[in-house]
T-cell receptor, first 114, second 115 residues
Framework: AQSVSQHNHHVILSEAASLELGCNYSYGGTVNLFWYVQYPGQHLQLLLKYFSGDPLVKGIKGFEAEFIKSKFSFNLRKPSVQWSDTAEYFCAVNERSSASKIIFGSGTRLSIRP | EAGVAQSPRYKIIEKRQSVAFWCNPISGHATLYWYQQILGQGPKLLIQFQNNGVVDDSQLPKDRFSAERLKGVDSTLKIQPAKLEDSAVYLC?????????????FGPGTRLTVL
């Protein structure tokens, strides 16, 4: 069965620090990969997704993620975080076939010190 | 563009009682999803509809949970009877279609507390 691992449950950074959140998945086939974000008091929303092409994907608010197939990883990065990046971040994966359900990781809570 | 609407936002019930949640997806979205998110975990898919047909309900506890999407638009999720472990946030999401890479748009969720 597919699974997604986010090893960092809570990350605390100062503003302007660089960010990397880890995401590993277990599935041997072709996959789509997603990062969703939930800001305090807001809905879960898509940050970025990979489904084909360039393995380096750029999303909203300066975030990017790199799909490394050999490592089954899809880590999220941002070179310089802001206080407004405080949120919960979820990595997710599904099999690249029609109607395949998305499996979410357990999430990483990011706290930014102003 | 209006987002996914859910009601109620909060619900507190006692175990063995019944509860129902309502979801109105984004207009024109054929696919609707219900997720359960327990505190400290990621969302878990309970059921996925394509129009008014069920695509996946493999993780829906069918002895107590039921869901319907009669006219292919609004949907209701019911729990009867509720157990303590059903305490969670119930999220509704919709997407244009059910292609794997389609973006899902989430509603605000209903926070259920079972006492």
């Amino acid at each position: 069965a597919q699974s997604v691992s986010q090893h960092n449950h809570h990350v605390i950074l100062s503003e302007a620090a660089s960010l990397e959140l880890g995401c590993n998945y277990s599935y041997g086939g072709t996959v789509n990969l997603f990062w969703y974000v939930q800001y305090p008091g807001q809905h879960l929303q898509l940050l970025l997704k990979y489904f084909s092409g360039d393995p380096l994907v750029k999303g909203i608010k300066g975030f990017e993620a790199e799909f490394i197939k050999s490592k089954f990883s899809f880590n999220l990065r941002k070179p310089s975080v802001q206080w407004s990046d405080t949120a919960e971040y979820f990595c997710a994966v599904n099999e690249r076939s029609s109607a395949s359900k998305i499996i979410f990781g357990s999430g990483t809570r990011l706290s930014i010190r102003p | 563009e209006a987002g996914v609407a859910q009601s109620p936002r909060y619900k507190i019930i006692e175990k063995r009682q019944s509860v129902a949640f309502w979801c109105n997806p984004i207009s024109g979205h054929a696919t609707l999803y219900w997720y359960q998110q327990i505190l400290g975990q990621g969302p878990k898919l309970l059921i996925q509809f394509q129009n008014n047909g069920v695509v996946d309900d493999s993780q829906l506890p069918k002895d107590r949970f039921s869901a319907e999407r009669l006219k292919g638009v609004d949907s209701t999720l019911k729990i009867q009877p509720a157990k303590l472990e059903d305490s969670a946030v119930y999220l509704c999401a919709s997407s244009l279609n059910s292609r794997g890479a389609d973006t899902q748009y989430f509603g605000p969720g209903t926070r259920l507390t079972v006492l």
